[in-house]
């Protein structure tokens, strides 16, 4: 592995863990930064979840 990939991959997991956190936040009830922000969060985060685990993979398969 990279450190390129590394950074990819640390990316996915900061963007997953914030995803679960919209997640709960907005199935509390009242997130505490509303309703909107916590949605576009959510928004961005699950996309990009992906996006950067799809990137890391093609990195370190590229540099084996």
């Known amino acids: ?3 390129k990939s590394g950074v990819l991959l ?3 997991c900061v ?3 914030a995803a679960v956190g919209s997640i709960f ?3 509390s009830g ?3 930064w509303g309703t ?3 949605g576009v969060i959510l928004a961005l985060a699950v ?3 992906g996006i950067f685990f799809y990137a890391a993979v093609q990195d370190a398969r590229a540099n084996q």
Do not use: D, F, K, R
């Open 1 to 3: 592995m990279t450190p």
């Open 10 to 12: 640390a990316g996915s």
């Open 15 to 17: 963007a997953a863990i």
């Open 25 to 27: 936040e907005l199935s």
């Open 30 to 32: 009242t997130p505490q």
């Open 36 to 38: 909107l922000v916590t």
């Open 47 to 49: 996309p990009l979840t």
